[in-house]
């Protein structure tokens, strides 16, 4: 099932992700609290097409077992927008690339996502734009 994430990911086509999703599907991601349902969904994916326009995701292994996806998977993206920090404070673009790693659960029903968890390399994202101080 998350092989058809990418796609719509990589060419920023929201409407694409929100149709793989159920309506009552839960999103847990970064710092967020979970998301629940496609309107808190979509606003999670528009946070992250605006901070990050430019991005390349490419999934580098992946395990499925019954209605499960394992994936792991390496992320390249620009900080090219405004970065809304769940605190409220808003980041300006640092203009600067970011590669990091990370794996997604993912579990889904009938052709769509019911359950979506996202793990990665935050401290790294934050300090390879600058946002952090290095290690």
Do not use: C
């Not at 060419?11 to 998301?35: C, H, Q, R, W």
């Amino acid at each position: 099932m998350i092989e058809k994430f990418v796609e719509p990911y990589n060419s920023k086509n929201i409407d694409g992700l929100m149709a793989l999703y159920a309506p009552d599907a839960e999103v847990y991601f970064f710092t967020f609290p979970p998301a629940r349902g496609r309107e808190a969904i979509r606003a999670i994916w528009e946070w992250d097409f605006r901070a990050f326009p430019e991005t390349n995701l490419v999934i580098t292994h992946q395990l499925s077992y019954g209605s499960m996806d394992m994936v792991e998977w390496s992320w390249t993206g620009v900080h090219g927008g405004p970065l809304e920090m769940p605190t409220g404070e808003t980041v300006p673009p640092t203009g600067k690339t970011a590669t990091v790693s990370g794996m997604d659960a993912v579990e889904f029903e009938a052709d769509h996502i019911t359950k979506h968890r996202l793990y990665f390399q935050e401290v790294s994202l934050l300090t390879q734009f600058g946002l952090l101080p290095s290690p």
